[in-house]
């Protein structure tokens, strides 16, 4: 099993030391702030960490992402679902319930205190991060491809369809969809993952673009007739778009966030710890953050540091 070093050379990762040292902290607010929620029934002012583990539950936001966070018989599960059932446990929070937001509305609902924070293993991103604060990252990503089976087209990366007359459905509000942007492609957004396949398969689109471990997923559980390219770090203009995904809380709980970054810490730094929590949903230590990259930095969205 490699460590996270050798994952990081392997990857082409390399920080400067002005990266590392120079970044405004961007996933949370400098401000003391206690953020009065507690979800749904949150009142005004107090620490919701408190509040949280006072009454002992949860409520997190989740898109129906699998594996991500997803609903299987009624019941919430997933690898981001297992982790904060780790670590909310740890933080005397017993119980975590979740309720299904469309992807796009997933941070206005968690600031209008639907929820207390979003289970979704969402994309550090630079506009984010200004409307939230994200955790350390959770799990390292990289793109696929799902296509017809055989591949017909010949379907590699995003670059693929520059120029190709072929069409790409994504995710809205997902990184992929700004990727489409970026390289200016023919596109149609879908609401959700099932969504994405059904295009494909009714002939809508030529592909379907989402994070490497879901489109997997979903070859491997719901879908027939379909198979996954080998999963890519899109660039764009010669920047490797290389990111990570994290839990998202409002920018005012910073003792919430806190209390979860240090229990994050301690599984991130342990890969078989790690491994035992996410890994029956297909996650392996590639997906195992490199410790080098952190959240101020994705945040930053200078991603030339990372290359």
Avoid at 156 to 178: H, I, K, P, W
Wanted: charged letters at 20%; hydrophobic letters at 40%.
């Amino acid at each position: 099993m490699q460590n996270r070093r050798s994952f990081i050379r392997k990857s082409g990762l390399v920080l400067s030391a002005a990266a590392l040292g120079g970044l405004a902290a961007c996933s949370r607010t400098s401000t003391g702030g206690e953020g009065g929620g507690g979800g749904e029934e949150g009142g005004g002012g107090g620490d919701l960490l408190s509040q949280l583990q006072d009454a002992g539950t949860i409520t997190v936001g989740f898109a129906g992402e699998a594996p991500y966070s997803f609903e299987d018989g009624g019941e919430l599960m997933g690898a981001t679902v297992a982790l904060h059932r780790e670590i909310f446990g740890e933080l005397g929070i017993d119980n975590v319930e979740g309720k299904l937001t469309d992807w796009g509305s997933l941070i206005p609902g968690l600031n209008s205190g639907q929820f207390d924070a979003v289970s979704a293993g969402m994309s550090i991103l630079p506009d984010r991060c200004a409307q939230a604060a994200f955790s350390e990252p959770e799990f390292q990503y990289t793109t696929a491809l799902m296509v017809p089976e055989g591949n017909p087209e010949g379907l590699v990366d995003m670059n693929s369809f520059v120029d190709s007359g072929l069409t790409v459905a994504t995710m809205s509000g997902a990184v992929e969809s700004d990727y489409v942007t970026a390289l200016d492609l023919d596109s149609i957004e879908v609401g959700g993952p099932q969504d994405g396949v059904d295009a494909l398969k009714a002939g809508n689109a030529d592909a379907f673009a989402l994070t490497a471990i879901s489109l997997n997923w979903l070859a491997d559980n719901t879908v027939d007739g379909v198979e996954v390219t080998e999963s890519f770090v899109q660039e764009i203009d010669g920047v490797k778009q290389v990111g990570a995904g994290g839990t998202v809380f409002r920018q005012e709980d910073t003792s919430l966030l806190d209390a979860y970054n240090e229990k994050l810490a301690a599984i991130i730094s342990d890969p078989e710890r790690y491994l035992s929590i996410v890994g029956e949903f297909g996650f392996s230590e590639e997906e195992l953050p490199p410790e080098e990259m952190t959240a101020e930095i994705l945040c930053s969205g200078d991603l030339s540091s990372l290359q």
